[in-house]
């Protein structure tokens, strides 16, 4: 039986870290003017960066059949043998 893969997990995964990522913003105090653009962009590049990883992540999952995050599996016109072929298939 080939593997389920769900993307719940992922999901929680990504809330969590960006939730991390606007925590530490809001906590940041009393960064002198100057560096508060810095700050910011470095902020901005790591949330795009978790941006592609569930991008990515998400698109591979859904080519290998992934279930929802509702737990509802996708009908898929052809099954991928596994997630490396999907993968591959997916970057082609």
């Known amino acids: 039986m080939p593997r389920?893969?769900?993307?719940?997990?992922?999901?929680?995964?990504?809330r969590r870290s960006t939730d991390d990522l606007i925590d530490f913003y809001r906590d940041v105090t009393?960064?002198?003017v100057?560096?508060?653009?810095?700050?910011?962009?470095?902020?901005f590049l790591r949330a795009?960066?978790?941006l592609e990883d569930i991008a990515r992540?998400?698109?591979?999952?859904?080519?290998a059949g992934a279930e929802y995050c509702d737990g509802t599996?996708?009908?898929?016109?052809?099954t991928p043998a596994n997630l490396i072929l999907?993968?591959?298939?997916?970057l082609r």
């Open 4 to 14: 389920r893969y769900n993307l719940s997990r992922d999901y929680v995964i990504f």
């Open 30 to 32: 009393g960064v002198p």
């Open 34 to 43: 100057r560096h508060a653009r810095l700050l910011g962009e470095i902020v």
């Open 48 to 50: 795009f960066s978790l």
């Open 57 to 63: 992540i998400t698109a591979v999952k859904l080519v």
């Open 73 to 78: 599996a996708p009908q898929l016109s052809t």
């Open 86 to 90: 999907s993968s591959e298939l997916l």
